[in-house]
Each structure stands twice: as C-alpha cells, then as structure tokens.
C-alpha cells in the first residue's frame, strides 16, 4: 500500500520568499511516480508538477521545483518568489509509475499562506 | 483539448433524499474516471474508480454508488443521503494521453445535507 504525508497543516511566507512544503511517501512499488497539486479557494485541482522515481534530476516548471530525496523518501515541492496567487491549499500525491488505471494516493495537504 | 463538466456546482439536499452527481468527459476516449470527496479543510477520498463502461471499483463501502452508462459519463448516486455525506466531490479523469499519465479534475460539486 502507498502513503503520503504532509506534517505542515499551515504555513505562511513573505510575498517574493521561497517557501518549501513537505511530503513524505511509503511505497512497496519499485518505480513510482510523485505529483502536486495547487487547490485554490475556488476547489479546482490544478496539476503543478512530477517527479519520476527514476528521474536522474529534481524536475522543475516555472516557478516550482521538486526536491526529490529517493533514500529518504522525501519529494518536497518548493515555490520560489511567493505570490499573493499561490496562497492555496497544495496536496502530494503518488502512484505507481506501470499502473495508469490505479488512482493517484493523496496526502492530507498543506494550506499556504502568502503575506503580502 | 480535453475537458471535463460537473454538475451541479452546488447542491443543498435534505437528510434521506436522493443524490445524483454527473461528470462528463469531451475530447477523450476510453478516459480512467475517478470520484473523490474532500470533508471540508481536508485530503481527498477516493471512493469510486472507472477503468470502462460498466466497470466500477469501490473504495469506501457507504451509502454511495457510482455508474457509468457511457465511455465519457460517470454518476455518483445515493438513494438516502446523511448529514456525513456533505462535502467536496470531485470528478476526475486520466489516461494514457498526458505526459505523466495525471489525473485533471472536474470544477467540482458541493454537497450540504441538512
């Protein structure tokens, strides 16, 4: 079975900081892939970025990076130069990476506040 | 370009009425269709997957069913609603079409039981 694990309930940052949120897996599959989604107030889910298991670097897109830690089990997302925008809730997911039926496992999130 | 509809966008039901949600899928065939709920200020829950007409896995054993009379179509039903049934649902659709193989999600309903 999968697990995902966000410790952070809450976080706040400085508009224009960075700001890491924390994500912890468990997984028995031998390749998997990692996900983030961004959940404004509005609800919508809105796909952010990936991270392959087997990925030799950290992906990145804009302004989201991953900081992929495969030993410790870790996929971090990190958001660079805060915007008052990106103030959401932000949920790690997993799956593994030769089961595209199997839906993705979620983590409990971590509501992001940007102060301006 | 794919897109996927919900409706209704809110819904406010009596305690033991009925309850029929519905997720359309445009621009895909043969799309992985998926139902989540997310209690207020909380994760999402997987309750009922689709892997094709006809075929629906269970997640949560509760008062809730799902079907899918069509390639593209997914419902969400319930015959007695309960106060616990409130909450966030979530359609959502994925595929061998992206990149990673993601799941793209629905605008969303949201469901009171009074």
């Known amino acids: 079975a999968q697990k995902i694990t966000q410790t952070q309930p809450g976080m706040f940052v400085q508009e224009k900081e960075a700001v890491t949120l924390d994500c912890t897996y468990d997984?028995?599959?031998?390749?998997?892939?990692l996900f983030w989604y961004k959940q404004p107030s509005s609800g919508e889910m809105i796909f952010l970025i990936y991270?392959?298991?087997?990925?030799?670097q950290n992906a990145t897109e804009g302004r989201y990076s991953l900081n992929f830690q495969k030993a410790r089990k870790s996929a971090n997302l990190v958001i660079s130069a805060s915007q008052l925008g990106d103030s959401a809730m932000y949920f790690c997911?997993?799956?593994?990476?030769?089961?595209?039926?199997?839906?993705?496992?979620f983590g409990k999130g971590t509501r992001l506040s940007v102060i301006a | 370009s794919q897109t996927i509809h919900q409706w209704p966008a809110t819904l406010v039901q009596p305690v033991g009425s009925p309850l029929s949600l519905e997720c359309t899928v445009e621009?895909?065939?043969?799309?992985?269709l998926y139902w989540y709920r997310q209690a207020a200020g909380r994760g999402l829950q997987l309750l009922f997957y689709?892997?094709?007409?006809?075929?629906i896995s269970s997640e949560v054993p509760q008062n809730l069913s799902a079907s899918r009379p069509q390639d593209r179509q997914f419902i969400l039903s319930s015959k007695k609603l309960l106060l616990s049934d409130s909450g966030f649902y979530l359609c959502?659709?994925?595929?061998?079409?992206?990149?990673?193989?993601?799941?793209?999600f629905g605008p969303g309903t949201r469901l009171t039981v009074l």
């Open positions: 959502a659709w994925g595929g061998t079409y992206s990149s990673y193989n993601e799941q793209f």
């Open positions: 997984t028995s599959d031998p390749s998997y892939g």
């Open positions: 991270q392959g298991s087997y990925d030799q």
């Open positions: 997911a997993m799956r593994p990476v030769n089961s595209g039926n199997t839906p993705l496992v």
């Open positions: 621009g895909t065939s043969n799309p992985n």
């Open positions: 689709s892997v094709g007409i006809g075929q």
